[in-house]
């Protein structure tokens, strides 16, 4: 492991990597970063891309995802197919904080009434948790998903959890990790081919009408696009 770079220093790394190859980001965050590099997950497109390309420039590198137990089926589906295809061993992370403690403690269906408190204990805080003793991770955001995504960098001072944050597609377009996906003939969640461009968890997630915006289906009737992991200190919440 090399020595590692100050955050001061991040937005110059930034500047160099800002029109690499993923593959380039992600063996230098790997070289760098050792065994204290970690890859978040939420099974989508973008982390499929990533998967593949970890698995051939850092194969050692830890990969988890945030467990919020109101997955699809079909996530867990194709979460137990990635395991085969890649050989890997998901870490799943999660709150100990039960669906029926939730229930007791702030009554049913909290993402209906109040969907931000319901990220923040079933996303947030576990993120946090496990980030805690972590040195970056690399995650699967893009320029063009939110407008709050549109000032991130290729590699940045992660403020709210207080480490590197590596975003190897951030500059990828929709039809680069799609054109990326039938490539390589990689597996992707059965939901996409159902109006689903953008898929998290079961209740607060609807197919999008073709064209939308594809973040569209996510908290119907909401001014939120983001669940919170991706919003530094001071962000907007996810207004559109």
């Not at 909290?110 to 990220?119: G, K, S, Y």
């Not at 407008?147 to 951030?170: F, G, H, M, Y």
């Amino acid at each position: 492991m090399s020595e590692l770079p100050i955050p001061e220093d991040l937005h110059l790394l930034a500047d160099n990597f800002d029109h690499s190859f993923p593959h380039e980001i992600i063996a230098w965050a790997a070289h760098t970063y050792g065994r204290d590099l970690v890859m978040a997950t939420g099974f989508g497109p973008e982390g499929v891309v990533i998967m593949h390309i970890v698995s051939q420039v850092a194969p050692e590198t830890r990969i988890f995802y945030l467990d919020t137990d109101l997955f699809f089926p079909e996530t867990y589906a194709l979460r137990d197919e990635l395991q085969r295809r890649f050989k890997l061993s998901f870490e799943r992370v999660a709150t100990p904080f039960t669906l029926e403690q939730q229930t007791q403690q702030y009554g049913p269906e909290l993402w209906a009434r109040d969907p931000d408190q319901c990220c923040r204990l079933r996303k947030v805080n576990p993120l946090a948790a496990y980030l805690k003793d972590k040195k970056a991770w690399i995650t699967g955001i893009r320029h063009d998903q939110t407008r709050t995504r549109l000032s991130a960098r290729p590699i940045e001072w992660d403020q709210t959890n207080s480490l590197v944050k590596i975003n190897p597609l951030l500059s990828w377009s929709q039809h680069q990790v799609w054109t990326y996906i039938y490539l390589f003939d990689l597996p992707t969640n059965a939901l996409h081919t159902r109006g689903y461009p953008s898929i998290g968890c079961r209740p607060c997630t609807r197919p999008a009408a073709e064209g939308a915006d594809p973040r569209s289906g996510r908290w119907v009737g909401f001014k939120k696009v983001e669940c919170g992991i991706h919003m530094q200190s001071g962000d907007e919440k996810g207004t559109v």
